[in-house]
């Protein structure tokens, strides 16, 4: 679960995961999510990062 955590606070998706806030176990849909992470190149996942710290600077993301 330690490798789902360092993604998850990596893109920042599922804030409630961090290290200091209780954990939960994660919904279906998002390990679903999780799991098409995992399956992106190295690229894709960089291109992915850009893309969600764009969009938390441009509003309430």
Same mark, same amino acid.
């Given at each position: 679960?330690?490798?789902?955590?360092?993604?998850?606070?990596?893109?920042?998706?599922?804030?409630?995961?961090? $290290?200091? @806030?209780?954990?939960? =176990?994660?919904?279906?849909?998002? !390990?679903?999510? %999780?799991? /098409?992470?995992?399956?992106?190149s190295? $690229?894709d @996942?960089?291109?992915? =990062?850009?893309?969600?710290?764009? !969009?938390?600077? %441009?509003? /309430?993301?």
């Amino acid at each position: 679960m330690s490798k789902v955590q360092g993604i998850t606070e990596l893109l920042g998706i599922f804030p409630c995961l961090g $290290s200091g @806030r209780r954990r939960r =176990r994660l919904n279906s849909e998002e !390990m679903k999510l %999780v799991e /098409r992470y995992r399956e992106l190149s190295e $690229s894709d @996942r960089i291109a992915m =990062r850009y893309l969600v710290d764009a !969009m938390r600077s %441009v509003s /309430r993301f």
